[in-house]
């Protein structure tokens, strides 16, 4: 193997390893703050911030999922001709973006008496 193909093959593997960290992560706190999610968002009546949120959480979730299967596929010209994978990175990065301001952590849950 050539220089060259070593460090695209390095590149790919950095590439993988970063986008499955930052995954692991984004599933991690949608896993962790699920209870909350429920116990404030689900069993209150819905608001018009609520429905937001719920697309916003949602939308950033499914599309990471798409990333995730579409990274592991081989997307040759004659499959899938329309679809750059970097489009949907685009996408899901900033979705990924937009849903981290919006996460379930403190100051959201604190308790109102210690305001």
């Known amino acids: 193997m050539s220089d060259g193909s ?3 093959a390095q590149e790919i593997y950095l590439h ?3 986008l499955f960290f930052a995954a692991s992560f984004f599933f991690y706190d949608h896993l962790i703050t699920f209870g909350k999610e429920v116990t404030y968002l689900w ?3 819905k608001t018009q911030s609520a429905y937001w949120f719920f697309f916003n959480r949602y939308f950033a979730f499914l599309g990471n999922i798409v990333v995730i299967v579409l990274e592991q596929m081989d997307l040759s010209s004659d499959i899938i001709p329309l679809i750059e994978l970097s489009s949907f990175q685009f996408v899901s990065a900033n979705t990924l973006g937009v849903e981290s301001s ?3 952590h403190p100051p ?3 308790d109102l008496r210690s305001l």
């Open 102 to 104: 919006t996460c379930l």
């Open 43 to 45: 069993l209150r009546p």
């Open 6 to 8: 070593i460090d695209a």
């Open 16 to 18: 993988n390893l970063l």
């Open 108 to 110: 959201y849950f604190t």
